[in-house]
């Protein structure tokens, strides 16, 4: 019996016109699918017990140094959440922007994981600063008050804005100073390290930070992502709260053949590169539409702005792309390794068509 799969209708509309939602509606890069069918020929050892994931740790090393620990999970939910459990006990708290993704975006699973408070605090334009967590840490050494334990950063930010070298130093040296730890979550730290024009390990290791999110998913993978330890003492147990937080792979090789193919060749940095370069001429292309304002400096692959409000359904009824803040018309149009410039062209030509209508 042959089986035919069919498609929704709707879906043959993905056929002719990708989506600005988010880079994780992109497919899957040529180049990792090859890795990954490369992966499929043969049988391995499990659980990461393979030649394919030792070639990927080294991977890792070479851009961070040969004494970090690295451990591949399914997806960004559990980097961080199982690394930021790696840093506290439940009666601790983690200090983050209030748009922060382990606060907006994950649902309840760090508190679920950590058992610990999450506090956020007010952002400028995505990022957090060093006098802002200062003030924040208060009452250490009180058994009624949660103790600051982890500063938590996104890399590009929730508005795709890119924290500097000397801010992530600022904000180590008040976690240093009240024996604390920094998390970075880097589900788009390839566009950050293009946008800064640094290697990874200039605005991570380097900058102060302990901990490391790595992502690989929004920048060509089809899943996959790292948590990195910076230090031996964060990563003790890791190999079981990884296991306890169901984020062990049993075919370990087919995250790890990604990531070695996208670390290999640049690939990494072509990706990205070319979502940052879409960004900008997207950006460009809107700052000559009046009616359009571009709400944040695009550092990424990311571009905010404010629509007329009677144009923003009809416009997602040809391309879809997500709403951030509904008060003030304020939308997020994201830009992928395989955006075109055809379709930037197409989206603003629409947008023109429906404000002059």
Known sequence: MQCRVNLPAFLFLYLYMKSFASDNYSGVHPEIMEALQRANHA???SYGNDVITEGAVNRFKEFFGDDIEVYFVYNGTGANTLGLRALTQSFQAIICSELAHINVDESTAPEQF??????GIP???GKINAQQVSEKIQRLGDPHHPQAKVISISQLTEYA???????????SEVAKKHNMYLHMDGARISNAAVSLNKNFKEFTRDAGVDVLSFGGTKNGMMFGEAVVFFTKEAAAFFQYIRKQGMQLHSKMRFISAQFEALLCNDLWKRNAAHANAMAQKLAAALREIPQVTITQQVDGNGVFAILPKEIIAPLQQEVFFYVWNERMNEVRLMCSFDTSEDEIQRLVKKIKALVSA
């Open 43 to 45: 049988h391995m050892g």
């Open 161 to 171: 804005t890119a924290y500097s070298v000397n801010e992530i130093k600022a904000l």
């Open 123 to 125: 952002n400028q334009n």
């Open 114 to 119: 950590t058992g610990c408070k999450l506090v």
